[in-house]
């Protein structure tokens, strides 16, 4: 069978997160589906999440060592290296 490739955004990363779900979805997955994300979203979700984390009152340092682990299993794309079709 043929794996299939999801590229996700700065928001689902956050969601990723902030909650459970869209985390379990990821990691539930991963036998079937590869998971990228732009080198750009990862950034854009450690810019925003100190904001998020703040205002929900939580543990901002726990919450970035998810994001750090999620890139564990969501690839990183450098955009610069991703040709344009």
Not at 36 to 44: G, I, Q, Y
């Amino acid at each position: 069978m043929r794996q299939r490739a999801i590229v996700l955004d700065a928001n689902i990363l956050i969601r990723a997160v902030l909650g459970q779900r869209v985390r379990e979805l990821i990691v539930g997955s991963l036998a079937d589906v590869s998971f990228f994300a732009p080198d750009t979203a990862f950034d854009e979700a450690r810019k925003y999440l100190p904001g998020l984390l703040e205002k929900r009152g939580v543990d901002g340092v726990a919450a970035l060592a998810t994001l750090d682990a999620l890139e564990s299993v969501v690839r990183p794309l450098d955009i610069r290296d991703v040709p344009v079709i």
